[in-house]
């Protein structure tokens, strides 16, 4: 009897055993150099009482079911997050090694040891909310990298190394991005596309870029939004607005779901600006990613955008003091009338992907994007010029007192602008991995269907001068109804314009690992794009050459060229008059750059130093000029330029924990208007030859800075610095090879202190609470923009005086003011 009942509960408790069994995990964690990472959080995303966090030798353990499929998030600040699936079968002892990359760089896949080594600049989206910026999300962090600049702190928008707005590639999950139409003003951006909330990895090229990607001369953003593991979201608030997402993982992976909206007004911003008046800007955006798995080798994806972008401005009045001691004046407006502007757009892909095996793979995405524009404004300015005191020795009662009235007039405003547009897209694309190669190949179909309908004009009445123009006839008296009498505006632009064309493109292209040591890989690809509106045929070849010598200290060496076509968009092919160039060509590029990437350690914290020098010839340029970020276009192939320069980037852990960079850019950008020329004051023939681009910014230095306050690393700081020369500009009637003239250089300082009440890294095992612990990230913040109170110029308003002389004023950017920000994520 005691045998049996002693056989009984040996069977019982091996049963225990066996449901109850658990292993150990453990294993290292280590960087890219093979040095132990610690403070690594190490958290399970299927339960919460599954974390632990890394030692100082980078080392962690914990008891988890055998046999049981489970994800682990691996995360630290200044790194990557790494996500691996394991599962453990009983009595398996092992060690892993899990290897972190840092932030500059990201790994390809869910894997534990492959990295990143090619020509791209890699960038934490994470850091776009704590580096102080009034546009805020991922365009902030574009524009303090080396080679990109930007001069008005209100767009999102950027111009990098001589090219303009629309020369920018931008990718979601590798469908293509526009950017409004009509828009003439930053105050009338909403934010960017990129939704920071969804976004997994950030990866941008400010040249030399690889085929696969469009048909653009100046640079690609390649953003790759979330893949869910679990669920989570966020929510964040601020005077500038509001966002929030939720994520989730439905079925061990399933169905997954990435949801975000966001909501922004600039009414705060504008409110401090010299023009008083009703400023009620409001962009409202909601985005979603969702995943099905519909078998082991299918997988479907749908991206879906809504976005609507509403601007209704009432001045009142206005008053700019400007000059210089000797001379200094104020302009005076009072204004009538409104402006009201709607964007809408609305964008759906949807891709199929099909991975027969782990060699090859293939994507099918279909996708069409809808614009809606509309603007219409009547606006009177009636102004004053005039002469103020501002000599020093003068009576302190008469400082800033009006001397002399210089001139006066009116500028009466109209347009009725509406633009639809319509791209729909079908792309096929392949990869194939071979031992030493992997190849590419893509190829697409684009239908574009564009109604564009605009009128608008403007009247200036300078101190009276403007009067119908009367010609008389014989036997007609001067007041008779005649047709002879003409208004003659200063500016009148009209158009009906339709478009429906197609463009087909495609590409091909191998990433050649050419030793077997690893140190040489090339990159080498061929581009093609056939346009049915002027029946132009480009291929574009290019190539990379890296050289990772295996030296003591990690450096890799590039060389790229290429050849890089633009066809033009719409707004490229038309003329001031509003009228279609229907023979415009693709503008064109040759570009070579040389850069080196040195990675290495101070203070046993990773650093990296990335230099690039670059050259690149420009032909059948189309000439344009900027106002604000309005963009005007000759509509011809009347240029050829180059633009040669060199940036810098020092980028690392200047404080545990905390990545922060400076970067240099040295550029010269020029263009030759062909066939342009004048007779100087003595008769002589005068080519005027290169004169700068628009967009010559010969040098710009970006400083992101981030400390922590000694023994209390909750509370940081974070600074955002910019010092760039001005842009060249001009009078807006004068000739193209006139408007050589310099705005002030811009220079500004934005500080934002943070205080992380809750952060994973620190505090999730100390809380027992459950919501707590689900709590990744707490964090108030406060900023101060432009701290330091100067006033950046934007662009220049034109007015005439009483001796018929034209006076640049200066329209002022954004003062001083305060920002604050809630942001948490679970």
């Known amino acids: 009897m005691k045998k049996n009942i002693f056989i009984i509960l040996l069977f019982w408790l091996s049963a225990i055993t066996a449901v109850g069994q658990n292993i150990t995990f453990k294993g290292v964690i280590v960087d890219n150099a093979g040095q132990p990472v610690d403070n690594v959080v190490v958290a399970s995303t299927h339960d919460d009482d599954l974390t632990t966090i890394s030692t100082e030798k980078g080392e962690f353990s914990m008891k988890i079911p055998a046999n049981k499929r489970m994800d682990f998030l691996f995360r630290r600040v200044s790194y990557q997050d790494t996500v691996i699936a394991i599962r453990i079968p009983k009595g398996l002892d092992t060690t892993f090694r899990i290897v972190m990359t840092p932030s500059g760089q990201v790994l390809e896949a869910v894997s534990v040891t492959d990295s990143y080594n090619d020509s791209y600049t890699r960038i934490n989206p994470q850091l776009s909310y704590k580096m102080p910026s009034p546009t805020g999300g991922v365009e902030a962090l574009i524009k303090s990298m080396p080679g990109t600049s930007s001069t008005n702190e209100l767009s999102s928008q950027y111009n990098v190394r001589g090219g303009n707005y629309d020369e920018n590639l931008i990718f979601v999950n590798d469908i293509q991005i526009y950017r409004p139409f009509l828009v003439r003003s930053a105050q009338q951006e909403g934010l960017g596309f990129v939704n920071l909330d969804l976004t997994r990895n950030v990866k941008f090229s400010a040249g030399g870029f690889e085929a696969k990607y469009g048909d653009k001369m100046s640079s690609v953003l390649d953003v790759e939004y979330k893949k869910p593991t679990g669920y989570g979201g966020s929510i964040t608030a601020s005077f500038l607005g509001a966002s929030a997402h939720a994520e989730g993982n439905v079925k061990d992976g399933l169905f997954t779901y990435l949801v975000g909206v966001r909501y922004k007004t600039n009414s705060y911003l504008l409110k401090s600006m010299e023009t008083k008046g009703t400023y009620k800007p409001n962009f409202f955006d909601t985005q979603m990613l969702l995943t099905w798995r519909l078998a082991p080798k299918w997988r479907l994806e749908l991206l879906g955008n809504f976005s609507r972008n509403t601007y209704k401005y009432i001045p009142e009045d206005r008053e700019t003091n400007f000059g210089t001691f000797q001379n200094s004046q104020r302009l005076t407006i009072f204004f009538d009338g409104q402006e009201v502007d709607q964007y809408e757009s609305y964008l759906g892909g949807l891709t199929l992907g099909f991975t027969p095996n782990q060699r090859d793979e293939y994507r099918l995405i279909a996708s069409s994007y809808y614009a809606r524009e509309t603007e219409a404004y009547d606006i009177q300015s009636q102004y ?163 050289y990772s010598p295996h030296w003591e200290h990690q450096w890799v060496f590039r060389f790229k060229a290429g050849s890089y076509y633009q066809p033009a968009f719409y707004r490229e092919m038309r003329r001031p008059d509003g009228t279609l160039n229907e023979h415009i060509k693709s503008q064109h590029s040759y570009q070579v750059a040389l850069s080196g990437d040195y990675s290495f350690k101070i203070w046993n914290r990773p650093f990296k130093l990335s230099m690039e020098a670059y050259y690149k010839y420009l032909t059948n340029l189309i000439s344009y000029t900027v106002d604000n970020v309005k963009i005007i276009y000759s509509g011809e192939n009347d240029a050829k330029g180059y633009a040669t320069g060199f940036d810098v980037k020092l980028s690392g852990e200047f404080i545990r924990g905390l990545e922060s960079w400076i970067s240099l850019s040295l550029m010269r950008a020029a263009e030759d208007l062909l066939h342009d020329y004048y007779y100087d004051a003595n008769g002589n023939y005068v080519e005027p030859g290169y004169i700068p681009l628009p967009t010559d910014q010969r040098f710009a230095i970006n400083i992101f800075f981030q400390d922590h306050v000694p023994f209390y690393t909750p509370l940081r700081v974070h600074l955002n610095f910019i010092f760039s020369s001005g842009l060249p500009y001009g009078a807006p009637n004068a000739q193209r090879y006139q408007q050589v003239l310099r705005m002030p250089w811009y220079r500004r300082v934005d500080v934002g202190f943070s205080y992380m009440f809750l952060e994973q890294s620190r505090d999730r095992m100390k809380h027992k609470s459950k919501f707590l612990r689900s709590i990744k990230n707490a964090g108030l913040y406060l900023e101060v923009f432009n701290i330091l109170g100067i006033n950046n110029v934007s662009s220049y308003i034109w007015v005439t005086d009483i001796n018929n002389v034209q006076t640049a004023v200066p329209n002022y950017l954004t003062p001083r003011l305060i920002n604050l920000k809630l942001a948490v994520e679970w």
């Open 384 to 546: 004053w010029l005039k002469d103020i005191e501002a000599d020093l020795g003068s009576s302190s009662s008469d400082i800033a007192e009006v001397v002399d009235v210089r001139g006066y007039g009116t500028f009466l405003e109209h347009a009725r602008n509406r633009l639809t547009a319509l791209v729909t897209a079908l792309d096929l694309r392949g990869s194939h991995t071979f031992p030493r190669n992997r190849v590419e190949w893509g190829v697409k179909a684009q239908s574009e269907i564009i109604n564009d309908h605009i009128k608008e004009w403007k009247l200036t009445d300078s101190s009276g001068y403007t009067l119908p123009c009367i010609q008389t006839h014989p036997g007609i008296a001067v007041g008779d109804d005649d047709p002879s009498r003409i208004l003659d505006f200063g500016h009148y632009f009209a158009a009906d314009n339709r478009i429906n064309t197609w463009r087909m493109t495609g590409f091909v292209q191998s990433n050649w690992t050419l030793d077997d040591a690893g140190e040489f890989v090339l990159n080498s690809g061929l581009r093609a794009h056939y346009w049915t509106f002027n029946n132009e045929f480009t291929v574009s070849p290019r190539f990379i050459l890296s």
